[in-house]
């Protein structure tokens, strides 16, 4: 063994060999570990700072398209919640906006890219309004009518996309995407069509009659879409924390093979989130048409599924955290339509604020996931 | 029935180019092992920078689409940092590169003005004799100039993926990144260069919507054709020249679109809207059947996957 040893240095170029490695690393003298461990404060603290990096940098680009740094201040927290009709346009925004959040949330559950929201709520919002001009059931129970015909609606687009993945092995980040578009048209094919409004001839349905929209609790213009989006809320949470079923998801997220191998009906799990997902959708929908605009529109669904994501993404998939997620997209929501009025910014500014913030999150789990060490020379 | 033939085919390539470019980019970035979902990020930022260059600096066709290669080359560079060096989860990454690019585009075109502004874009350059073949000459002889050079640019990259050590690399970073980086290939730049070049030509194809299409700018005015572009891919197995029949397939639907009324057949506008969606998903089950061990393989096998020298696997 000695005379191999001996004769290696005189083969190979002498090359100091941990300079070399040091030089090939991706980050140049430094080296990636995967931490073991990361202490729930530092989690929180990462976080945090990913999201205020994100609202700052999101600040930045507003006061670049010309809102002032105090005007924007002022928007975003005095005058949002100075006054009570402020904030009960806040609460009212956040319903939908929870609701969407928990669709995602429990498709992301079981690794199931739920990207068709918007799709969903459309075909949810439909079937309502279905329910309304054809005054199907009996008045008392007409809102409940439509609220079960929504969750089915949602459910029965969601089924397509479920079903190809399952038989044909489509991608349903695709699949549910396409669906967005398909849905939109018929929306459009029936608000220029048969549903157009008889009174007014624009292209929305007509207004619901006062048995078909949500209540108001008695407080401002708050209606009874926000109690509803709490009442899921604590059902999803229950399904997804406490129940079986919630276990078995569990499983299926963390590895899927793993859960096909101890018996798991994966393929039952991963189906039952995916369409109780789409239900969900629907029913925000549903919130929106009933509980906040009386009628069928053509835009009432944009940006929520996206929202929905970034909800379920921030929140880790926790119905709980979801709430509170929701609230501050709501307040950007309510912010943003006063910088369109004031200012002239575009709708799509909340899409921009939103991306930035994953981004910046994104950037953030980095390290909670790895820690960057600094390679030392001949160690 | 032979004038509408015609008509239809000759305007073929103008619909056919931008799902081509799209799809070709998103082979590149994805033959690296990189999932790129972003595509429709890139061709709304595209068509932006491009209308943007076209109003700001005149009618220089050639600077317009560079202008809208390189903002979307470098719109990527934040995918790129956040796929390959934070190992961010690679589907959250694409969707928010979308999302990013929606929010940025409709914020800058509608500051700036450049709504519905009309650029007088791309001309039909007819081919001298060529273009006075009957038949032929109208539907491949009089096209304009990003039409002419789909080709090329095709054979370019075919060839670079297939016949140079470059594209070697590049697809073994994309078939076993720890393979590759063991025999010295840096995993990270390849990486970055495949998602950059992606872009770029994703870009070029949101460049030839707004300035050699539309001839204007509208916010979202790629119109889900980039997620059309991802489904291609899957469809043409990560493949150039099946990726450009395919696209000519659907540039071949989407030029019906219009013209179906025209003939007199009485479906509802809005279905007809709905057909390259619905096509789009056919042709994802149709590339789904059959899915023999062989097919398979022709996924980048590391697709998808954050590669970390460090992490056991």
């Known amino acids: ?379 | 029935m032979v004038d509408f033939f015609i008509n239809w085919a000759a305007n073929v390539p103008a619909f056919a180019v931008p799902f081509a470019l799209a799809a070709l980019g998103l082979i590149v970035t994805e033959k690296s092992g990189v999932l790129s979902l972003g595509a429709e990020g890139y061709l709304l930022m595209g068509a932006l920078a491009a209308a943007g260059a076209s109003v700001v600096i005149g009618d220089h066709s050639l600077v317009a689409f560079a202008v809208g290669a390189l903002a979307a080359a470098a719109l990527s560079l934040v995918f790129a940092l956040m796929a390959v060096t934070l190992r961010a989860n690679q589907v959250v990454a694409g969707l928010v590169m979308v999302f990013l690019a929606q929010g940025l585009t409709g914020l800058i075109g509608t500051q700036q003005g450049w709504t519905n502004r009309p650029i007088a874009g791309l001309d039909r350059i007819p081919l001298g004799p060529l273009a006075d073949i009957p038949v032929l000459g109208p539907i491949l002889f009089r096209q304009d100039m990003l039409v002419y050079l789909t080709l090329p640019i095709f054979f370019a990259v075919a060839y670079l993926l297939s016949h140079t050590m470059v594209g070697l690399r590049l697809r073994a970073v994309g078939d076993a990144p720890e393979a590759a980086d063991a025999a010295g290939t840096s995993v990270t730049i390849y990486r970055y260069g495949a998602i950059i070049a992606g872009a770029a030509i994703v870009g070029l194809a949101g460049a030839y919507l707004s300035v050699g299409v539309a001839k204007m700018w509208v916010e979202g005015m790629s119109g889900g054709r980039g997620w059309i572009a991802v489904a291609l891919v899957i469809f043409a197995r990560w493949q150039p020249w099946r990726a450009l029949a395919g696209a000519v397939l659907f540039g071949g639907i989407e030029a019906l679109i219009p013209r179906v009324a025209a003939v007199g057949l009485q479906v509802p506008q809005y279905f007809m809207l709905m057909a390259p969606y619905i096509v789009t998903l056919a042709v994802m089950v149709y590339a789904n059947l059959n899915k023999s061990t062989e097919r398979r393989f022709d996924e980048p096998r590391g697709l998808g996957q954050p590669y970390l020298r460090e992490e056991r696997r």
């Open chain 1, 1 to 379: 063994m000695t005379d191999i040893d001996h004769n290696i240095p005189a083969a190979l170029p002498a090359v100091n060999n941990s300079e070399l490695r040091a030089k090939r690393q991706g980050f140049g003298r430094f080296n990636l570990e995967v931490r073991q461990h990361a202490s729930a404060w530092y989690q929180v603290v990462a976080l945090a700072g990913g999201v205020g990096a994100g609202l700052f940098i999101a600040a930045l680009i507003l006061v670049a398209s010309g809102v002032g740094f105090s005007d924007l201040a002022n928007e975003f927290i005095f005058s949002i919640f100075s006054t009570p009709r402020s904030l009960s346009d806040v609460l009212t925004q956040a319903a939908p906006l929870l609701i969407v959040g928990l669709a995602a949330a429990v498709a992301f559950r079981v690794r199931f890219w739920n990207i068709g929201i918007e799709g969903q709520m459309i075909l949810g919002s439909i079937a309502a309004t279905g329910v309304a001009i054809g005054n199907i059931g009996p008045a008392p129970l007409r809102v409940a009518t439509m609220f079960i015909a929504a969750a089915l609606g949602g459910m029965l687009w969601m089924l397509i996309p479920a079903l190809l993945r399952i038989r044909h092995g489509v991608n349903e980040i695709i699949s549910t995407l396409l669906l967005n578009y398909v849905a939109f048209n018929l929306l459009l094919h029936l608000l220029y069509g048969s549903w157009k409004d008889p009174k007014s001839g624009f292209p929305n349905s007509e207004q619901y009659e006062a048995v078909e929209r949500l209540a108001t609790v008695g407080w401002e213009s708050l209606t009874y879409a926000l109690p509803l989006a709490l009442i899921l809320t604590a059902v999803i949470w229950w399904l997804l924390n406490v129940s079986r079923y919630g276990y078995f998801t569990r499983v299926v997220q963390a590895n899927p093979r793993m859960a096909a191998a101890m018996g798991l009906p994966v393929i039952a799990v991963t189906m039952g989130a995916a369409l109780l997902s789409g239900a969900l959708a629907g029913v925000a929908g549903f919130a929106i048409s009933a509980g906040v605009e009386y009628r069928m529109t053509q835009g009432f669904f944009v940006g929520y599924g996206f929202s929905g994501i970034l909800i379920a993404f921030l929140a880790r998939n926790n119905p709980l955290g979801a709430v509170l997620v929701a609230l501050c997209v709501a307040t950007l929501f309510i912010a943003s339509q006063s910088l369109q009025v004031f200012y002239q910014i575009p709708g799509s500014v909340v899409q921009l604020v939103q991306a930035v913030v994953v981004i910046c999150v994104a950037a953030s789990e980095f390290f909670i996931r790895y820690r960057i060490r600094r390679i030392h020379r001949g160690s």
